[in-house]
Protein backbone atom coordinates (compact mmCIF):
# COMPACT_ATOMS: atom_id res chain seq x y z
CA UNK A 1 0.00 0.00 0.00
CA UNK A 2 1.24 3.25 -0.95
CA UNK A 3 2.06 6.17 2.22
CA UNK A 4 2.31 9.62 2.58
CA UNK A 5 3.79 11.59 4.90
CA UNK A 6 2.40 13.99 6.83
CA UNK A 7 4.60 16.62 8.62
CA UNK A 8 4.01 20.20 10.89
CA UNK A 9 7.02 22.09 12.22
CA UNK A 10 7.80 24.03 15.30
CA UNK A 11 10.54 25.96 14.68
CA UNK A 12 11.93 28.43 17.57
CA UNK A 13 13.11 31.66 16.61
CA UNK A 14 15.18 33.43 18.93
CA UNK A 15 14.81 37.46 19.00
CA UNK A 16 17.65 39.77 18.02
CA UNK A 17 17.05 42.05 20.92
CA UNK A 18 19.35 43.72 23.24
CA UNK A 19 18.11 42.73 26.60
CA UNK A 20 16.32 39.24 27.71
CA UNK A 21 12.40 38.55 27.65
CA UNK A 22 11.71 39.44 30.72
CA UNK A 23 14.86 41.10 32.45
CA UNK A 24 17.74 43.89 31.36
CA UNK A 25 20.05 40.87 31.05
CA UNK A 26 22.01 41.27 28.45
CA UNK A 27 20.11 39.02 25.26
CA UNK A 28 24.01 38.75 23.59
CA UNK A 29 25.08 35.39 22.41
CA UNK A 30 28.47 33.97 24.29
CA UNK A 31 30.03 35.56 26.73
CA UNK A 32 31.52 34.06 29.91
CA UNK A 33 29.34 31.82 31.13
CA UNK A 34 26.82 32.89 33.60
CA UNK A 35 27.66 36.49 32.96
CA UNK A 36 24.18 37.73 31.50
CA UNK A 37 22.79 37.15 34.93
CA UNK A 38 21.06 39.06 37.33
CA UNK A 39 18.34 38.43 40.25
CA UNK A 40 15.97 38.08 38.10
CA UNK A 41 17.27 35.85 35.70
CA UNK A 42 18.53 33.21 38.44
CA UNK A 43 15.20 33.38 39.85
CA UNK A 44 15.99 34.74 43.20
CA UNK A 45 12.83 35.27 45.50
CA UNK A 46 11.03 38.06 45.40
CA UNK A 47 11.77 39.07 41.71
CA UNK A 48 10.07 40.20 38.85
CA UNK A 49 9.56 40.05 35.59
CA UNK A 50 9.15 43.02 32.98
CA UNK A 51 7.76 43.14 29.68
CA UNK A 52 10.18 43.53 26.62
CA UNK A 53 8.87 46.01 24.45
CA UNK A 54 11.16 44.63 21.42
CA UNK A 55 10.43 41.15 21.63
CA UNK A 56 6.32 42.45 21.37
CA UNK A 57 7.22 44.21 18.20
CA UNK A 58 9.30 41.98 16.60
CA UNK A 59 6.83 39.39 17.70
CA UNK A 60 3.66 41.00 15.52
CA UNK A 61 6.61 41.96 12.61
CA UNK A 62 6.72 38.31 12.23
CA UNK A 63 3.05 37.89 12.10
CA UNK A 64 2.27 40.24 10.01
CA UNK A 65 4.92 39.23 7.17
CA UNK A 66 3.37 35.59 7.78
CA UNK A 67 0.01 37.18 7.23
CA UNK A 68 -1.65 36.30 10.52
CA UNK A 69 -4.27 37.94 12.76
CA UNK A 70 -2.78 39.68 15.46
CA UNK A 71 -4.46 38.86 18.94
CA UNK A 72 -5.35 42.12 20.69
CA UNK A 73 -5.59 40.79 24.54
CA UNK A 74 -2.62 38.69 25.32
CA UNK A 75 -1.47 37.45 28.38
CA UNK A 76 1.70 34.87 29.24
CA UNK A 77 1.06 31.67 31.18
CA UNK A 78 3.21 29.69 33.38
CA UNK A 79 4.81 26.06 31.82
CA UNK A 80 5.55 24.25 35.47
CA UNK A 81 8.40 21.68 34.70
CA UNK A 82 11.35 21.04 36.60
CA UNK A 83 14.92 20.90 35.09
CA UNK A 84 18.42 22.36 35.99
CA UNK A 85 18.62 24.69 33.04
CA UNK A 86 15.46 26.53 34.31
CA UNK A 87 15.86 28.83 37.72
CA UNK A 88 12.13 29.14 38.16
CA UNK A 89 10.88 25.85 37.68
CA UNK A 90 8.67 26.92 35.23
CA UNK A 91 8.94 28.46 31.75
CA UNK A 92 7.19 31.86 30.58
CA UNK A 93 4.94 31.18 27.52
CA UNK A 94 1.56 31.97 26.46
CA UNK A 95 -0.94 28.78 26.29
CA UNK A 96 -4.40 30.54 25.84
CA UNK A 97 -3.18 33.83 23.94
CA UNK A 98 -0.58 33.22 21.17
CA UNK A 99 -0.15 36.82 19.80
CA UNK A 100 -0.53 35.61 16.10
CA UNK A 101 -2.97 33.27 14.92
CA UNK A 102 -3.64 31.84 10.96
CA UNK A 103 -1.28 33.00 8.43
CA UNK A 104 0.28 31.30 5.81
CA UNK A 105 3.92 30.86 3.96
CA UNK A 106 4.03 30.52 0.13
CA UNK A 107 7.18 27.96 -0.06
CA UNK A 108 8.65 27.53 -3.73
CA UNK A 109 9.21 23.50 -4.36
CA UNK A 110 11.88 22.17 -6.79
CA UNK A 111 9.78 21.56 -9.76
CA UNK A 112 8.95 25.64 -9.63
CA UNK A 113 5.35 24.94 -8.11
CA UNK A 114 4.38 26.88 -5.49
CA UNK A 115 2.73 25.52 -2.49
CA UNK A 116 0.36 27.66 0.40
CA UNK A 117 1.06 25.95 3.93
CA UNK A 118 -0.92 27.73 6.83
CA UNK A 119 0.48 28.71 9.95
CA UNK A 120 -1.47 27.50 13.19
CA UNK A 121 0.58 29.95 15.89
CA UNK A 122 3.56 32.01 17.28
CA UNK A 123 3.54 32.70 20.37
CA UNK A 124 5.95 34.45 22.40
CA UNK A 125 8.50 32.73 25.37
CA UNK A 126 11.81 32.40 27.18
CA UNK A 127 14.42 30.30 26.45
CA UNK A 128 16.28 28.21 29.27
CA UNK A 129 19.86 28.08 30.19
CA UNK A 130 22.45 25.53 29.02
CA UNK A 131 23.63 22.40 30.37
CA UNK A 132 26.99 21.32 29.99
CA UNK A 133 27.73 17.69 30.22
CA UNK A 134 31.09 17.94 28.64
CA UNK A 135 33.08 20.60 30.57
CA UNK A 136 33.79 18.93 33.67
CA UNK A 137 34.39 15.07 34.12
CA UNK A 138 32.19 14.30 37.42
CA UNK A 139 29.43 16.97 37.18
CA UNK A 140 27.27 18.34 34.52
CA UNK A 141 27.40 22.49 34.55
CA UNK A 142 25.00 25.01 33.81
CA UNK A 143 25.50 28.51 32.08
CA UNK A 144 22.35 30.70 32.41
CA UNK A 145 23.08 33.32 29.88
CA UNK A 146 20.64 31.97 27.34
CA UNK A 147 17.71 31.74 30.31
CA UNK A 148 15.77 34.45 29.57
CA UNK A 149 16.81 34.91 26.08
CA UNK A 150 13.44 35.74 24.14
CA UNK A 151 11.97 33.17 21.42
CA UNK A 152 8.46 33.41 19.35
CA UNK A 153 7.57 29.61 18.93
CA UNK A 154 6.21 29.19 15.34
CA UNK A 155 3.77 26.02 14.74
CA UNK A 156 2.62 25.28 11.31
CA UNK A 157 -0.34 23.05 10.51
CA UNK A 158 0.61 19.23 9.16
CA UNK A 159 0.20 20.39 5.91
CA UNK A 160 3.72 19.41 4.53
CA UNK A 161 4.09 16.34 2.60
CA UNK A 162 7.92 15.02 1.99
CA UNK A 163 11.18 16.08 3.59
CA UNK A 164 11.84 18.50 0.41
CA UNK A 165 8.54 20.59 1.32
CA UNK A 166 9.82 20.46 4.84
CA UNK A 167 12.97 21.93 3.63
CA UNK A 168 11.74 24.09 1.55
CA UNK A 169 9.23 25.69 3.95
CA UNK A 170 12.17 26.52 6.81
CA UNK A 171 14.44 28.05 4.28
CA UNK A 172 11.43 30.07 3.93
CA UNK A 173 11.28 31.12 7.08
CA UNK A 174 14.92 31.37 7.87
CA UNK A 175 14.92 33.80 4.41
CA UNK A 176 12.38 35.96 5.96
CA UNK A 177 13.62 36.07 9.77
CA UNK A 178 16.73 37.50 7.92
CA UNK A 179 14.80 39.88 6.35
CA UNK A 180 13.27 41.38 8.69
CA UNK A 181 16.01 41.47 11.17
CA UNK A 182 14.40 39.67 13.53
CA UNK A 183 16.26 36.43 14.40
CA UNK A 184 19.83 35.87 12.36
CA UNK A 185 18.90 32.26 11.76
CA UNK A 186 21.72 30.34 12.71
CA UNK A 187 20.74 27.04 13.10
CA UNK A 188 24.12 25.79 14.15
CA UNK A 189 24.41 28.48 16.92
CA UNK A 190 20.97 27.36 18.04
CA UNK A 191 19.15 31.06 17.18
CA UNK A 192 17.07 29.00 15.09
CA UNK A 193 15.41 25.79 15.71
CA UNK A 194 13.03 23.42 14.34
CA UNK A 195 11.63 20.40 15.62
CA UNK A 196 9.85 17.99 13.08
CA UNK A 197 6.58 16.44 13.61
CA UNK A 198 6.37 12.73 11.30
CA UNK A 199 3.29 10.56 10.94
CA UNK A 200 2.22 8.15 7.72
CA UNK A 201 -0.66 7.54 6.24
CA UNK A 202 -2.56 5.58 3.47
CA UNK A 203 -2.50 7.17 0.52
CA UNK A 204 -6.10 8.91 0.02
CA UNK A 205 -6.74 8.28 3.93
CA UNK A 206 -8.43 11.84 4.98
CA UNK A 207 -6.98 10.74 9.13
CA UNK A 208 -3.83 10.70 10.81
CA UNK A 209 -1.95 8.46 12.11
CA UNK A 210 0.28 8.16 15.33
CA UNK A 211 3.22 11.01 14.85
CA UNK A 212 6.56 11.38 16.14
CA UNK A 213 8.07 14.35 17.31
CA UNK A 214 12.24 14.46 16.42
CA UNK A 215 13.95 17.17 17.96
CA UNK A 216 17.49 18.34 17.37
CA UNK A 217 18.23 19.03 14.07
CA UNK A 218 20.86 21.45 13.77
CA UNK A 219 20.41 22.48 10.21
CA UNK A 220 18.41 22.76 7.53
CA UNK A 221 19.53 19.79 5.82
CA UNK A 222 19.74 17.56 8.61
CA UNK A 223 15.70 18.14 9.28
CA UNK A 224 15.30 16.97 5.48
CA UNK A 225 17.33 13.74 6.54
CA UNK A 226 15.92 13.36 9.62
CA UNK A 227 12.47 13.13 8.07
CA UNK A 228 13.68 11.20 5.15
CA UNK A 229 14.58 8.61 7.59
CA UNK A 230 12.18 8.33 9.49
CA UNK A 231 9.21 8.22 6.97
CA UNK A 232 11.38 4.80 5.84
CA UNK A 233 11.26 4.04 9.37
CA UNK A 234 7.29 4.13 9.87
CA UNK A 235 6.60 2.87 6.59
CA UNK A 236 8.75 -0.31 6.87
CA UNK A 237 6.96 -0.95 10.52
CA UNK A 238 3.60 -0.06 9.24
CA UNK A 239 4.03 -2.34 6.20
CA UNK A 240 5.58 -5.38 8.51
CA UNK A 241 2.24 -4.93 10.77
CA UNK A 242 4.16 -3.46 13.63
CA UNK A 243 2.70 -0.62 16.03
CA UNK A 244 4.21 2.06 17.15
CA UNK A 245 3.38 4.92 19.67
CA UNK A 246 3.56 8.46 19.83
CA UNK A 247 7.30 9.46 20.67
CA UNK A 248 9.73 12.40 21.03
CA UNK A 249 12.74 11.17 18.95
CA UNK A 250 16.40 12.73 18.49
CA UNK A 251 18.62 12.51 15.16
CA UNK A 252 21.62 11.21 14.84
CA UNK A 253 23.61 12.94 12.01
CA UNK A 254 26.09 10.96 11.29
CA UNK A 255 24.58 7.55 11.30
CA UNK A 256 21.39 9.40 9.29
CA UNK A 257 18.66 7.89 11.29
CA UNK A 258 16.60 8.74 14.22
CA UNK A 259 16.54 7.10 17.63
CA UNK A 260 13.70 7.39 20.93
CA UNK A 261 14.40 9.54 23.59
CA UNK A 262 10.94 9.45 25.67
CA UNK A 263 7.75 8.72 25.16
CA UNK A 264 4.72 10.58 24.67
CA UNK A 265 3.20 8.32 27.25
CA UNK A 266 4.98 9.74 29.91
CA UNK A 267 4.56 13.12 28.60
CA UNK A 268 4.38 15.99 31.52
CA UNK A 269 1.49 17.93 32.68
CA UNK A 270 2.69 21.18 32.71
CA UNK A 271 -0.41 22.72 34.69
CA UNK A 272 -0.93 25.99 32.43
CA UNK A 273 -2.01 29.01 34.70
CA UNK A 274 -2.19 32.87 33.68
CA UNK A 275 0.85 34.18 34.76
CA UNK A 276 0.46 36.37 37.85
CA UNK A 277 3.45 38.70 37.62
CA UNK A 278 3.05 39.78 34.16
CA UNK A 279 0.19 42.26 33.42
CA UNK A 280 -2.01 41.40 30.44
CA UNK A 281 -1.21 43.50 27.13
CA UNK A 282 -3.62 44.39 24.69
CA UNK A 283 -2.73 45.43 20.66
CA UNK A 284 -4.12 48.33 19.55
CA UNK A 285 -4.81 49.34 15.63
CA UNK A 286 -2.44 52.59 15.57
CA UNK A 287 0.33 49.90 17.29
CA UNK A 288 0.04 47.15 14.44
CA UNK A 289 0.00 50.28 11.73
CA UNK A 290 3.20 51.74 13.25
CA UNK A 291 5.23 48.41 13.17
CA UNK A 292 3.38 47.96 9.59
CA UNK A 293 5.05 51.57 9.01
CA UNK A 294 9.01 50.26 9.93
CA UNK A 295 8.84 46.82 8.20
CA UNK A 296 12.02 45.75 5.97
CA UNK A 297 11.12 45.02 2.55
CA UNK A 298 10.47 41.64 2.07
CA UNK A 299 11.83 38.94 -0.13
CA UNK A 300 8.55 38.16 -2.05
CA UNK A 301 7.91 42.03 -2.95
CA UNK A 302 11.52 42.20 -3.68
CA UNK A 303 11.36 38.97 -5.79
CA UNK A 304 8.48 40.66 -7.67
CA UNK A 305 10.30 44.19 -8.02
CA UNK A 306 13.20 42.72 -9.00
CA UNK A 307 11.29 40.53 -12.19
CA UNK A 308 8.66 42.86 -12.96
CA UNK A 309 10.30 46.41 -12.61
CA UNK A 310 13.84 45.71 -13.64
CA UNK A 311 12.51 42.97 -15.95
CA UNK A 312 14.80 40.06 -14.53
CA UNK A 313 14.69 36.35 -15.14
CA UNK A 314 12.85 34.18 -12.79
CA UNK A 315 16.22 32.89 -11.81
CA UNK A 316 18.13 36.03 -11.29
CA UNK A 317 15.09 37.42 -8.96
CA UNK A 318 15.14 34.47 -7.31
CA UNK A 319 18.63 33.91 -6.60
CA UNK A 320 19.66 37.94 -5.75
CA UNK A 321 16.86 38.15 -3.26
CA UNK A 322 17.54 34.44 -1.49
CA UNK A 323 20.31 36.75 0.86
CA UNK A 324 19.02 40.10 1.93
CA UNK A 325 22.46 41.48 1.74
CA UNK A 326 22.91 40.68 -1.96
CA UNK A 327 19.69 41.84 -2.72
CA UNK A 328 20.83 45.72 -1.25
CA UNK A 329 23.51 45.05 -2.31
CA UNK A 330 22.25 44.94 -6.02
CA UNK A 331 19.57 47.40 -5.33
CA UNK A 332 22.67 50.36 -4.83
CA UNK A 333 24.30 49.11 -8.05
CA UNK A 334 21.01 50.09 -9.51
CA UNK A 335 20.93 53.69 -7.95
CA UNK A 336 24.15 54.46 -10.32
CA UNK A 337 23.23 52.20 -13.42
CA UNK A 338 19.98 51.39 -14.92
CA UNK A 339 21.35 48.67 -17.07
CA UNK A 340 19.57 46.30 -14.53
CA UNK A 341 20.52 43.30 -16.43
CA UNK A 342 24.44 43.98 -16.48
CA UNK A 343 24.24 44.58 -13.10
CA UNK A 344 22.57 41.02 -12.06
CA UNK A 345 25.29 39.39 -14.06
CA UNK A 346 27.58 41.00 -12.20
CA UNK A 347 26.18 40.30 -8.59
CA UNK A 348 25.63 36.43 -9.23
CA UNK A 349 28.64 36.27 -11.50
CA UNK A 350 31.90 38.03 -10.69
CA UNK A 351 30.73 39.00 -7.31
CA UNK A 352 29.58 36.15 -5.87
CA UNK A 353 32.51 34.03 -7.45
CA UNK A 354 34.80 35.97 -5.45
CA UNK A 355 32.85 36.02 -2.56
CA UNK A 356 32.93 31.92 -3.12
CA UNK A 357 36.26 31.47 -3.94
CA UNK A 358 37.13 34.03 -0.95
CA UNK A 359 34.54 32.44 1.66
CA UNK A 360 33.46 35.75 2.53
CA UNK A 361 29.94 37.46 3.05
CA UNK A 362 28.62 39.82 0.60
CA UNK A 363 28.66 42.33 4.17
CA UNK A 364 32.44 42.04 4.02
CA UNK A 365 32.54 43.18 0.11
CA UNK A 366 35.51 45.23 -0.55
CA UNK A 367 33.96 47.15 -3.63
CA UNK A 368 31.35 49.88 -3.42
CA UNK A 369 27.90 48.90 -5.66
CA UNK A 370 29.28 52.48 -7.65
CA UNK A 371 32.48 51.18 -8.64
CA UNK A 372 30.38 47.96 -10.46
CA UNK A 373 28.62 50.52 -11.81
CA UNK A 374 31.46 52.19 -13.29
CA UNK A 375 32.52 49.08 -15.12
CA UNK A 376 29.38 48.32 -16.49
CA UNK A 377 29.02 52.03 -17.95
CA UNK A 378 32.94 51.60 -19.35
CA UNK A 379 31.01 48.12 -21.22
CA UNK A 380 28.43 49.98 -21.99
CA UNK A 381 30.06 52.66 -24.10
CA UNK A 382 31.79 50.28 -25.78
CA UNK A 383 35.16 51.59 -23.73
CA UNK A 384 35.94 48.01 -22.41
CA UNK A 385 35.33 44.52 -23.07
CA UNK A 386 33.39 42.42 -21.05
CA UNK A 387 35.99 39.83 -20.96
CA UNK A 388 38.63 42.66 -20.19
CA UNK A 389 36.36 43.66 -17.14
CA UNK A 390 35.86 40.65 -15.84
CA UNK A 391 39.41 38.89 -16.07
CA UNK A 392 42.10 42.03 -15.29
CA UNK A 393 40.21 45.01 -14.36
CA UNK A 394 37.67 43.61 -11.74
CA UNK A 395 40.55 41.46 -9.85
CA UNK A 396 42.79 44.54 -9.99
CA UNK A 397 40.33 46.66 -8.76
CA UNK A 398 40.06 44.70 -5.31
CA UNK A 399 43.61 45.01 -5.12
CA UNK A 400 43.37 48.69 -5.44
CA UNK A 401 40.12 50.03 -4.16
CA UNK A 402 41.12 53.40 -3.89
CA UNK A 403 41.31 53.42 -7.80
CA UNK A 404 38.63 54.01 -10.24
CA UNK A 405 37.53 51.86 -13.19
CA UNK A 406 38.66 53.93 -15.34
CA UNK A 407 42.06 54.66 -13.89
CA UNK A 408 42.55 50.79 -13.98
CA UNK A 409 41.40 50.01 -17.34
CA UNK A 410 43.52 52.78 -18.59
CA UNK A 411 46.57 51.43 -16.32
CA UNK A 412 46.18 48.29 -17.63
CA UNK A 413 46.25 49.38 -21.47
CA UNK A 414 42.46 47.89 -22.01
CA UNK A 415 40.60 50.77 -22.95
CA UNK A 416 39.39 49.91 -26.23
CA UNK A 417 39.07 52.97 -29.16
CA UNK A 418 36.17 54.09 -30.69
CA UNK A 419 37.42 56.27 -32.73
CA UNK A 420 36.04 55.31 -36.30
CA UNK A 421 38.86 56.95 -37.96
CA UNK A 422 41.09 55.01 -36.46
CA UNK A 423 39.74 51.47 -36.68
CA UNK A 424 39.14 52.66 -40.06
CA UNK A 425 42.96 52.72 -41.00
CA UNK A 426 43.18 49.37 -39.37
CA UNK A 427 40.20 48.30 -41.69
CA UNK A 428 41.78 49.26 -45.03
CA UNK A 429 45.38 48.35 -43.92
CA UNK A 430 44.15 44.36 -43.30
CA UNK A 431 41.94 44.67 -46.27
CA UNK A 432 45.14 45.75 -48.92
CA UNK A 433 47.44 43.07 -47.22
CA UNK A 434 44.49 39.92 -48.00
CA UNK A 435 43.19 41.49 -51.94
CA UNK A 436 42.52 37.09 -53.04
CA UNK A 437 40.53 36.63 -49.43
CA UNK A 438 38.83 39.88 -50.21
CA UNK A 439 37.84 38.53 -53.51
CA UNK A 440 36.96 34.86 -52.53
CA UNK A 441 35.03 36.88 -49.49
CA UNK A 442 32.81 38.88 -52.32
CA UNK A 443 32.21 35.47 -54.51
CA UNK A 444 30.36 33.96 -50.96
CA UNK A 445 32.73 32.84 -48.66
CA UNK A 446 31.37 34.69 -45.68
CA UNK A 447 33.07 32.87 -43.49
CA UNK A 448 36.75 35.02 -43.98
CA UNK A 449 34.71 37.86 -41.64
CA UNK A 450 36.44 36.71 -38.93
CA UNK A 451 39.69 36.29 -40.36
CA UNK A 452 39.54 40.50 -41.12
CA UNK A 453 38.17 41.08 -37.78
CA UNK A 454 40.63 38.56 -36.37
CA UNK A 455 43.35 40.83 -37.68
CA UNK A 456 42.18 44.09 -36.97
CA UNK A 457 41.87 43.27 -33.50
CA UNK A 458 45.21 42.21 -33.38
CA UNK A 459 46.53 45.00 -35.09
CA UNK A 460 44.57 47.59 -32.77
CA UNK A 461 46.30 45.69 -29.68
CA UNK A 462 42.93 44.64 -28.19
CA UNK A 463 41.94 48.04 -28.02
CA UNK A 464 39.07 48.17 -30.95
CA UNK A 465 35.53 47.37 -30.17
CA UNK A 466 34.77 43.85 -31.85
CA UNK A 467 31.11 44.67 -31.75
CA UNK A 468 32.41 48.43 -34.16
CA UNK A 469 34.73 46.35 -36.05
CA UNK A 470 33.17 43.60 -37.08
CA UNK A 471 29.91 46.25 -38.35
CA UNK A 472 32.61 48.96 -40.01
CA UNK A 473 34.33 45.99 -41.80
CA UNK A 474 30.72 44.50 -43.06
CA UNK A 475 30.57 48.51 -44.09
CA UNK A 476 33.94 48.19 -46.06
CA UNK A 477 33.31 45.17 -47.46
CA UNK A 478 30.05 45.59 -48.57
P1 LIG B 1 1.88 18.44 20.70
O1 LIG B 1 0.87 18.85 21.73
O2 LIG B 1 2.28 17.02 20.79
O3 LIG B 1 3.03 19.38 20.60
P2 LIG B 1 0.30 19.64 18.58
O4 LIG B 1 -1.07 19.18 18.26
O5 LIG B 1 0.44 20.93 19.32
O6 LIG B 1 1.08 18.49 19.31
O7 LIG B 1 1.06 19.77 17.22
C1 LIG B 1 2.38 20.09 17.17
C2 LIG B 1 2.82 20.00 15.72
O8 LIG B 1 2.58 18.71 15.21
C3 LIG B 1 2.10 20.95 14.79
O9 LIG B 1 3.06 21.51 13.92
C4 LIG B 1 1.14 20.07 14.04
O10 LIG B 1 0.95 20.53 12.72
C5 LIG B 1 1.88 18.75 13.99
N1 LIG B 1 1.01 17.57 13.93
C6 LIG B 1 -0.11 17.33 14.61
N2 LIG B 1 -0.60 16.12 14.30
C7 LIG B 1 0.25 15.56 13.42
C8 LIG B 1 0.33 14.30 12.73
N3 LIG B 1 -0.59 13.33 12.90
N4 LIG B 1 1.35 14.09 11.89
C9 LIG B 1 2.30 15.01 11.73
N5 LIG B 1 2.30 16.19 12.32
C10 LIG B 1 1.29 16.48 13.18
MG1 LIG C 1 5.15 19.69 20.37
Same mark, same amino acid.
Given at each position: ?????????????????????????????? +???????????????GTLPKHNKMVIEKAVTLGLALNCEITRFNQFDRKNYFY???????? *???????????????????? +??? %??????? *???? !??????????????????????????? !?????????????????? @?????????? +? $?? /???????????? #??????????????????????? @????????? !???????????????????????????????? &???????????????????????? &???????????????????????????????????????????????? &? *???????????????? +?????????? #?????????????? #? /?? $????? %????????? #?????????????????? $? @???????? @????????????????????????????? %?????????????????????????????????
Amino acid at each position: MPYEAVIGLEIHIQLLTNSKAYSSDSAEYG +GLPNTHVSAITLAHPGTLPKHNKMVIEKAVTLGLALNCEITRFNQFDRKNYFYADLPKGYQ *ITQDKTPICRGGFVKVKLSD +GSE %KKINITR *IHME !EDSGKSMHDQDLADTLVDYNRAGVPLV !ELVSEPELRSAEEAYQYV @SEIRKLVRYL +G $IC /DGNMEEGSMRCD #ANVSIRPIGSTEFGTKVEIKNMN @SISNVKRAI !ESEVIRQTEMTEKGEVFYSETRGFNALKGNTF &SLRSKEAANDYRYFPEPDLPPFVV &SEEYIQKVKEVMPALPEHLYLQLKNEFGLSDYDALTITDDKYLAEFYI &S *ITKHSQNYKAAANWTL +GAIKSHLNET #ATDIINFKLNPSAI #A /DI $IQLID %KGQLSNTAA #AQLVFPEMLKSIDKSALQ $I @SEALNVIQ @SNDTNFIGQLIQDVLSKYPEKVTEYKEGK %KGLLGLFVGEVMKASKGKADPKMVNSEMIKALE
